[in-house]
C-alpha cells in the first residue's frame, strides 16, 4: 500500500512538471515552515467568503512585505531578497484560497461549524512568517532545490498553482 502511494504521489509530481530530486533533510524545517503558513489558506478563505471579503487584499499584504523587510534588515539579510521570497509565499496562499473558492463556488461543501475569525488567522500568519524567515536565513548553507520543495508542498496536499508559487522567486540567503 505504500508503494502505491509512492508511485502516485511519483506521477503527480511528474505530471506537474516537479523533478523527483530528493529533499535534503536541512531543507525540511524550511519546507515545514512554509507548509504551516500555507495551511492556513483554507481558513483565510473560508473567513473571508463568510465576510464577502476578496482574497486579494494589496494594504494586507504590503504591510507584510514591509515587516519582512524590516526584520530581514535588523537580522543583516538581504531585505530585497526576502521581500521576493515572501511575494512567493503570499502569492502560493492566494492561489490555494482561489482554488478554494471556486470549489465552494461549484458546490462543495464549507467547512462545519463557523468561520474563524480573519483577525485571528492574520496573527497566526503572521507568527508563522516570522518562523519562516527565520527557517529561511537558516537555509543559507544548504538550500533545498526548488523542484524538491515544489513536490513536497505536492506531496502535502497543495495544489501544483500553489506549490509552483511557493517555490518560486526562490532566491535563497545562499544566493546574496
Sequence with gaps: MCGMKILACLALCLLAGCATTPLPEEGEPL?????????????????????GLPIRDAEREEAVLAKVEARAIASGMNETSARRFFRAQIEASCREQELWL??????ES??????????????????????????????ESSPPPPDAVRARLIEQGFSPSAAAAASGGWTMPSAW
Design 31 to 51: 519546507v515545514g515552515a512554509i507548509v504551516q503558513r500555507l495551511s492556513l489558506a483554507k481558513d483565510i478563505a473560508w473567513a473571508k467568503w463568510a465576510d
Design 102 to 107: 471556486k470549489r465552494w463556488k461549484a458546490g
Design 110 to 139: 464549507l467547512p462545519a461549524g463557523e468561520p474563524p475569525s480573519l483577525g485571528a488567522l492574520r496573527e497566526r500568519v503572521d507568527r508563522r512568517t516570522s518562523l519562516l524567515l527565520a527557517e529561511w536565513a537558516a537555509s
